[in-house]
């Protein structure tokens, strides 16, 4: 089960989703590979966005409905990572915080930080991203605008864009 926490109050609510490291997500210098961080990053983002199957716990963001005939798809559009230390294997699960950069017309800048589990004395920060998200109609493939139902759920966990450090 993951834990979902809501954190800060506006206009700094960050959700955090703890999510389990695989041991298949290491490489051969035992640390999670820079594609398996973009594998759990997507796994924070659906449970983020997708609504609550019958039984299954959901943070108050999780307004889409899943699957290719809900009729909206989230597209990914563009994803920047900044890893700061190696992700060592645990297990405890990551804590990955998430809020949105910005709120467009049909597309959205998720930020996360992902973090060594909550339970730690002192915390590392291991990665930064973003990911630019388009809605976009399964029917036709074009933008689909956010829905007042999207924005009233996402706006409260609004906040500054991530400055990368290493950025040239």
Not at 69 to 81: C, F, K, P, S
Not at 133 to 138: E, G, I, S, T, Y
């Amino acid at each position: 089960m993951t834990d979902i926490v809501i954190e800060g109050t506006e206009p700094l609510r960050r959700l955090r989703l703890g999510i389990d490291l695989r041991w298949g997500d290491l490489d051969a210098f035992n640390h999670v590979n820079n594609t398996s961080m973009l594998k759990l990053l997507e796994e924070a983002r659906v449970r983020a966005f997708w609504r609550a199957q019958e039984g299954e716990q959901a943070p108050p963001t999780a307004v889409l409905d899943s699957g290719i005939h809900a009729g909206t798809l989230t597209l990914i559009a563009r994803q920047e990572i900044e890893y700061l230390r190696p992700v060592p294997y645990q297990r405890n699960p990551l804590d990955v915080q998430l809020w949105f950069g910005k709120l467009g017309g049909s597309s959205m800048d998720v930020c996360y930080e992902v973090f060594s589990p909550a339970a730690d004395a002192e915390q590392t920060l291991y990665a930064r991203s973003t990911a630019v998200v388009v809605l976009v109609d399964a029917d036709t493939g074009r933008p689909q605008r956010l829905s007042d139902e999207m924005r009233a759920a996402w706006m409260p966990y609004l906040g500054p864009h991530i400055d990368y450090a290493h950025r040239r």
